[in-house]
T-cell receptor
Framework: DTEVTQTPKHLVMGMTNKKSLKCEQH?????MYWYKQKAKKPPELMFV???????INESVPSRFSPECPNSSLLNLHLHALQPEDSALYLC???????????????FGPGTRLLVL | QKEVEQNSGPLSVPEGAIASLNCTYS??????FFWYRQYSGKSPELIMF????GDKEDGRFTAQLNKASQYVSLLIRDSQPSDSATYLC????????????FGTGTLLAVQP
C-alpha cells in the first residue's frame, strides 16, 4: 500500500483567513514533504520532515507554517496568504533510508487552494 | 544550480507506437532517478525508479540510465491514449538530504 491521503481536496480562503492542510500516511515512512505546484510547472519543494523534525525549509514565507505531530501526520498551517499562493499543495512521504530506492517519494492527491 | 532538463513537448505519438521521453541532469553526483506521470489536475504518480546504468523494465515501461552521459530516458511501448499525460523526470542528489530536483515535464499525447 503506497497511499498518502490529504484533506481537504479543495480549499477557498480569503487573505485574512487561517486554515490548515492535513496529510496522513500509514506506510511507516519517516520522511514527509510539502510541495507547491503551479499550473504547468513541476512541484517545488517547500519543507521536509525527517523523523518528525524539520530538516529542510526552502526559504518559504512565514505565512506557511508546517507541523509534524507524529510520524504519520503532517500539517501545513496557512495564515494571511496572498492570491499568488493559489496552487496545488502536494504532500509526499518516503522511507528515511539510505538504501537506493528507499528514498522513493509517494505523493498524495493534493489540495487545490484558491486564495481570494 | 543543479538542473534537470526535459523537452516540454507536446510529444505526439500514434496509438500502439513507442513513446520515448528524455531527461538530462547536471549533477554528476546524482544517485537515483525517478519517472512520475501526472494527469491534468492530478498529483504525480510514480512509474519507475532507476539507479544503475542500463535498462529497467516494468510492463510496457522501460527506464534507461547512462550516468556517463548524464541521461535518463523512459520508453513506453504500445502507447495508449490513457498514457496521455505529463511525464516528470526527477533526480535525487543523494547525500544527507532526500531532495528531488524535478524537470519541467514532457507532455505526451497519444493519438487514437
Amino acid at each position: 500500500d503506497t497511499e498518502v491521503t490529504q484533506t481537504p481536496k479543495h480549499l477557498v480562503m480569503g487573505m485574512t483567513n487561517k486554515k490548515s492542510l492535513k496529510c496522513e500516511q500509514h506506510m511507516g515512512h519517516r520522511a514527509m514533504y510539502w510541495y507547491k505546484q503551479k499550473a504547468k510547472k513541476p512541484p517545488e519543494l517547500m519543507f521536509v520532515y525527517s523523523y518528525e523534525k524539520l530538516s529542510i525549509n526552502e526559504s518559504v514565507p512565514s505565512r506557511f507554517s508546517p507541523e509534524c505531530p507524529n510520524s504519520s501526520l503532517l500539517n501545513l498551517h496557512l495564515h494571511a496568504l496572498q492570491p499568488e499562493d493559489s496552487a496545488l499543495y502536494l504532500c509526499a512521504s518516503s522511507q528515511e533510508s539510505r538504501n537506493l530506492g528507499g528514498e522513493t517519494q509517494y505523493f498524495g492527491p493534493g489540495t487545490r487552494l484558491l486564495v481570494l | 544550480q543543479k538542473e534537470v532538463e526535459q523537452n516540454s513537448g507536446p510529444l505526439s505519438v500514434p496509438e500502439g507506437a513507442i513513446a520515448s521521453l528524455n531527461c538530462t541532469y547536471s549533477d554528476r553526483g546524482s544517485q537515483s532517478f525517478f519517472w512520475y506521470r501526472q494527469y491534468s489536475g492530478k498529483s504525480p504518480e510514480l512509474i519507475m525508479f532507476i539507479y544503475s546504468n542500463g535498462d529497467k523494465e516494468d510492463g510496457r515501461f522501460t527506464a534507461q540510465l547512462n550516468k556517463a552521459s548524464q541521461y535518463v530516458s523512459l520508453l513506453i511501448r504500445d502507447s495508449q491514449p490513457s498514457d496521455s499525460a505529463t511525464y516528470l523526470c526527477a533526480v535525487n542528489l543523494g547525500g544527507a538530504t532526500n531532495k528531488l530536483i524535478f524537470g519541467t515535464g514532457t507532455l505526451l499525447a497519444v493519438q487514437p
